[in-house]
């Protein structure tokens, strides 16, 4: 007999697989420095460390147009320490990319190796429980709103 306890674990077990599986196809691509060939769209104070945001000029003239990223969009995130309201030194790198309709994130140290003990799910967590629509993206409005030059 199952029961709903059963029925629950099953379900979960199947998610972290189905994480762990989009986690291991993003780690086959590297965080090369092509993403600062896009703009930095938005610069956030967050807590301890200070955030940078990059996009491709292609997904914002995408957003701007359709009103949602494409498919494959990436932003790419690079965390510095908040040394008294100045950038210290870089402490991550965070990628998140469209898959269809889904967001996957992957986290890097400093030198661009992926971070194996940081937890990309608490990142896609927080970005799908907090976001309605199908960009789980919380500067979206940065976005729609940047001035291409």
């Known amino acids: 007999m199952k029961t709903k ?12 697989l189905a994480l762990a599986i989009s986690f291991v196809s993003l780690l086959a691509q590297d965080l090369s420095d092509d993403y600062k060939q896009g703009v930095m769209y938005y610069s956030k104070f967050r807590g301890g460390v200070i955030e940078d945001m990059y996009i ?6 995408a957003l701007q147009r359709d009103g949602i990223l494409p498919n494959d969009a990436k932003i790419v995130v690079e965390e ?34 992926v971070n194996l003990s940081d937890n990309p799910a608490r990142c896609k967590e927080c970005h799908t429980s907090s976001i309605s ?3 789980k ?10 001035k291409l030059k």
């Open 133 to 135: 629509g199908e960009d």
């Open 56 to 61: 491709s000029k292609d997904d914002i003239v």
């Open 5 to 16: 306890s059963n029925l629950a674990f099953k379900k979960a077990k199947l998610i972290s």
């Open 137 to 146: 993206v919380f500067s979206i409005d940065k976005i729609k709103a940047y």
């Open 80 to 113: 510095y320490f908040n040394e008294n309201g100045k950038k210290g030194s870089l402490n991550r790198y965070i990628a998140m990319q469209k898959r269809g309709k889904a967001w996957e994130f992957v986290p890097y140290n400093a030198d661009k190796s």
